[in-house]
T-cell receptor, first 113, second 113 residues
């Protein structure tokens, strides 16, 4: 069965510092991988996605993620965090065709001045 | 991308009553999804709704408790029946994008007293 693990429940970084949020998945074939962000009181917004091809994918708001098959990981990175990035971040894996997207538990990001 | 609206945005209900949540999409879509997000938790898929057929429920969710309608390609409703405080959650609808990503509505925050 598919599963997604986000090992960090919360992370605090200083504004301007770099960020890496970890995500590990379990899936038999090449997965569809996603990162979503949920700001307080908001729905989820897609940051980026990976299906195939270049393993380093660029997303919105300056985020990028790297797919590493050997490590079953899809970590999210940003070189310089802004205070507005404070939110909950969800890694997700989906089956082909868009059925059954499985979400990780989420990582809450706090940004300190 | 699809634009999704939900009604109501929030509600406070008494136990034993039912609430129907509406989800409207600005374009025709084949599949619509309903998720539950309990306080401080990740998203759990309740069911998948296709137009013209019965909704498909995930393990732990049943039609009697969460009846779903899907009368056309742009609209769906989820009813939370015979509510208890354990049903207090955010309920989100989503649709499948062309790249297998999901587009989410803003959610309905339900509190059951």
């Amino acid at each position: 069965a598919q599963s997604v693990t986000q090992p960090d429940i919360h992370i605090t970084v200083s504004e301007g510092a770099s960020l890496e949020l970890r995500c590990n998945y379990s899936y038999g074939a090449t997965p569809y991988l996603f990162w979503y962000v949920q700001s307080p009181g908001q729905g989820l917004q897609l940051l980026l996605k990976y299906f195939s091809g270049d393993t380093l994918v660029q997303g919105i708001k300056g985020f990028e993620a790297e797919f590493k098959r050997s490590q079953s990981s899809f970590n999210l990175r940003k070189p310089s965090v802004h205070w507005s990035d404070a939110a909950e971040y969800f890694c997700a894996v989906g089956e082909g065709g868009g059925f059954k997207t499985i979400f990780g538990a989420g990582t809450r990001l706090f940004v300190k001045a | 991308s699809a634009v999704i609206s939900q009604k109501p945005s929030r509600d406070i209900c008494q136990r034993g009553t039912s609430l129907t949540i509406q989800c409207q999409v600005d374009s025709q879509v084949t599949m619509m999804f309903w998720y539950r997000q309990q306080p401080g938790q990740s998203l759990t898929l309740i069911a998948t709704a296709n137009q013209g057929s019965e909704a498909t429920y995930e393990s732990g969710f049943v039609i009697d408790k969460f009846p779903i309608s899907r009368p056309n390609l742009t609209f769906s409703t989820l009813t939370v029946s015979n509510m208890s405080p354990e049903d207090s959650s955010i309920y989100l609808c989503s649709v499948d994008g062309q790249g297998n990503e999901q587009y989410f509505g803003p959610g309905t925050r339900l509190t059951v007293t």
